[in-house]
């Protein structure tokens, strides 16, 4: 929609902007609400920044009136109004969506410049109204319960469709409160709307059952239908790279830059359903509220803390298992749990983990709704979740060290069931034409695992040098080992080379490239680092213990490779933290040593890798496991420990700012610090968030007790 037709009726809309915001009560039967929501043209058709620079325009005049006249109250309530009488007649559905937008538009003003208790009162019941025009419940409940009725009542065709998206907007412009506070949790009070969206109790499983159901559908924008969006000329090119600002922490989280990758400009006509993708990020804003339990005794989180939507995914149900109402309509099972199609919402999520919304919602389901996680486990076609989580894991140089934390703790989930270990060393895939390094060809998707995570832990040792990476990476490896077969030559060389090779040098003087020194370290932080690198190592290790004790003669090529790269081990046999672990690896040198010289006598040996694989081969087939002294299973499990909204909250709304066509005012946040970028990119590049600080994420060590050790991660 160009300027042409977008200029007169922004300019005839301010003069009624005007009387809206005087000075003067405007009656309801005033003409001035007719005419502003009776616009010839949706609102949400025109340049949304247009839109803005018109209405903020009058909210000063607004802020100083509205105690006065409560003319904001009243045009709540005629909202209200036009929603309820478009529900039966799609006619009025177009009033009814400017009514949302325009009060989306004055909400995110008032949001940026006004205080909690300042922005409450524009929400409050209005004491001068007239008695017959009091609303029955307070008012700000009231509008809470209509705009989720919108949602998961009304249809979603025609005309329909807008309104739902600007609903959805309106929702996230009213917990945008969040973008201007600096903590990631406040005592309640300090956010009023989001507040109250956790009060709504009743709807919450409604509408997480509905934004589930647009996900996994993706409703697409009907015929005839418009939403604006940028033209291909327009300078939409400006990046931005956003900063989080320090933020008070217990002490003992890791104080490390971790960044976000987002897009700015992206407009949500880019997708084949806007409804789906605002819904999807509505939904990840409340599900990682975290309301702060203040002054409050120790015990169970009372029902005024808890949040509802959270409590929804936590007992989400699939709808084809058990027997529901829910597929006909009515929102919700007959006792209130949330339920939708499993296979529906695995195959969505298979195909949009290009994206990080859905990157983030698979990890909260798998961590948050045991369910699903068992569903996905025991799914035959593990391919459909993993491929394209290993395809993004691939392009590890583009991501940043917090996407790839995301990727790997979910791959760390997924490892800790030995079902799913073993069912990806199953399925086979005829060819990975993503992966450049070489051509693979009928491979499991196991091996693919194992290749990945081990060009993760080197690109991490040798680039990033990140502990709690590596970390998040071995415990993965070491879930997967015991199940490993038929592993490529390639993955046997990586497993020592690729891993044991950059910390070789524990024994020498620290001037390596792999533990250089910081000019300001002190005595204390070198021997702190020296003992990171031998967890690594003893890790590391033990996995490769693993594979040798359950299931060498699944594995001709592991063998091949300590053969190959048997002197790697030399630094090692002399430490004493790693004396014992390598008995093992040191028996299976010397048996397939001698058998290998033993057969350099044969005629028409030529020593060449076919002929060394071949001997080995022969002589696995009557291989004694006996000989290896048995250690302890090592396993590791995913926990979520400390304050993880203070890594989560910031998070989503960077991916809200960033993936919405709301014209977000980037020096009003305050939950992270805009810096304008310099350079210049494509629509489709990456942008940087650093944060200074991460969750509390850990790994639990098992050893085959009761007792665990729990890691950093």
């Given at each position: ?15 009624l902007l005007s009387d809206f915001a005087g000075d003067q009560k405007l009656d309801q039967d005033n003409q001035v609400w007719r005419q502003l929501f009776a616009l010839p043209v949706p609102l949400s058709q025109l340049p949304p920044s247009q839109v803005e620079q018109h209405v903020t325009g009058c909210c000063d005049q607004l802020v100083s ?233 120790q015990g169970p989180p009372q029902p005024h803390f808890l949040n509802p939507y959270q409590a929804a995914i936590q007992g989400l149900q699939d709808s084809e298992d058990v027997g529901t109402d829910a597929e006909s309509g009515r929102g919700q099972t007959a006792s209130g749990i949330s339920a939708v199609p499993f296979s529906g919402l695995y ?134 080992a015991p199940h490993m077969s038929g592993m490529y030559q390639r993955i046997g060389r990586r497993s020592q080379s690729g891993s044991l090779a950059p910390v070789t040098p524990l024994g020498t003087p620290l001037g390596t490239p792999y533990l250089t020194p910081s000019p300001s370290a002190s005595p204390g932080q070198l021997a702190a680092e ?184």
């Amino acid at each position: 929609m160009g300027n042409a037709v977008s200029e007169p009726v922004l300019q005839r809309h301010l003069v009624l902007l005007s009387d809206f915001a005087g000075d003067q009560k405007l009656d309801q039967d005033n003409q001035v609400w007719r005419q502003l929501f009776a616009l010839p043209v949706p609102l949400s058709q025109l340049p949304p920044s247009q839109v803005e620079q018109h209405v903020t325009g009058c909210c000063d005049q607004l802020v100083s009136n509205n105690g006065r006249t409560q003319n904001f109250q009243t045009l709540l309530l005629k909202t209200l109004d036009l929603i309820a009488g478009s529900q039966k007649n799609e006619a009025r559905a177009t009033a009814a969506t400017n009514g949302v937008y325009l009060l989306r538009v004055l909400f995110k003003r008032l949001s940026e410049s006004l205080n909690a208790v300042q922005l409450a009162a524009f929400s409050t019941d209005a004491p001068y109204m007239a008695a017959d025009i009091q609303p029955t419940a307070p008012l700000l409940d009231q509008l809470l319960r209509m705009l989720l009725k919108v949602l998961t009542v009304f249809p979603t065709s025609g005309q329909y469709y807008l309104l739902h998206v600007e609903v959805v907007n309106l929702l996230l412009v009213l917990t945008s409160t969040q973008l201007y506070s600096t903590s990631p949790s406040a005592p309640i009070g300090s956010h009023p709307f989001i507040d109250a969206l956790m009060q709504q109790r009743q709807l919450a499983p409604q509408l997480v059952q509905q934004a589930l159901k647009h996900y996994s559908f993706r409703p697409p924008l009907p015929p005839k239908v418009q939403l604006w969006s940028p033209s291909p000329d327009a300078d939409n090119k400006g990046v931005l790279r956003l900063v989080r600002s320090a933020a008070a922490s217990v002490l003992w989280l890791p104080f490390r830059a971790y960044t976000f990758l987002i897009r700015l400009g992206f407009s949500q006509t880019d997708s084949t359903s806007p409804l789906a993708d605002s819904s999807l990020l509505l939904l990840l804003v409340l599900i990682n509220h975290s309301p702060q339990q203040a002054h409050v005794q120790q015990g169970p989180p009372q029902p005024h803390f808890l949040n509802p939507y959270q409590a929804a995914i936590q007992g989400l149900q699939d709808s084809e298992d058990v027997g529901t109402d829910a597929e006909s309509g009515r929102g919700q099972t007959a006792s209130g749990i949330s339920a939708v199609p499993f296979s529906g919402l695995y195959n969505a999520l298979g195909a949009g983990l290009d994206q990080e919304p859905s990157v983030l919602l698979l990890y909260v389901l798998l961590h948050k709704c045991h369910k699903f996680q068992q569903y996905v486990l025991v799914r035959s076609d593990a391919d459909t979740i993993l491929l394209p989580l290993l395809h993004r894991l691939y392009n590890t140089s583009y991501k940043t060290p917090s996407q790839l934390y995301m990727l790997l703790i979910i791959i760390l989930i997924l490892s800790q069931d030995k079902g799913f270990s073993q069912n990806v060393q199953e399925v086979m895939l005829g060819s990975v034409p993503w992966y450049k390094e070489r051509m693979l060809q009928k491979t499991s998707l196991g091996s693919l695992l194992v290749v990945l995570l081990l060009r993760t832990a080197h690109y991490n040792m040798s680039k990033l040098k990140d502990v709690y990476m590596h970390q998040n990476t071995l415990a993965a490896l070491a879930n997967v080992a015991p199940h490993m077969s038929g592993m490529y030559q390639r993955i046997g060389r990586r497993s020592q080379s690729g891993s044991l090779a950059p910390v070789t040098p524990l024994g020498t003087p620290l001037g390596t490239p792999y533990l250089t020194p910081s000019p300001s370290a002190s005595p204390g932080q070198l021997a702190a680092e020296h003992a990171v690198y031998a967890d690594f190592m003893r890790t590391i290790l033990e996995i490769i213990n693993t594979i040798i004790t359950t299931g060498l003669r699944q594995n001709p090529e592991m063998v091949y490779a300590l053969l190959h790269r048997q002197d790697v081990f030399e630094p090692f046999r002399m430490h004493a933290r790693f004396a014992d672990i390598l008995d093992n690896v040191q028996v299976v040198i010397d048996s397939f040593n001698q058998k290998v010289d033993s057969a350099q006598h044969r005629e028409g040996w030529s020593g060449s890798v076919t002929d060394v694989l071949g001997i080995i081969k022969e002589n696995l087939s009557s291989w004694q496991s006996d000989r290896l002294s048995r250690q302890e299973e090592l396993r590791f499990s995913y926990e979520e420990e400390g304050a993880p909204q203070d890594f989560f909250v910031p998070y989503v709304w960077s991916l809200v700012v960033s993936s919405t066509t709301i014209p977000w005012n980037l020096q009003a946040i305050a939950l992270f610090q805009p810096v304008t970028s310099p350079h210049v990119t494509s629509p489709h590049e990456d942008v940087h968030i650093a944060s200074q600080q991460l969750q509390q994420l850990t790994v639990e060590q098992t050893n085959g007790s009761d007792d665990s050790a729990k890691h950093h991660v």
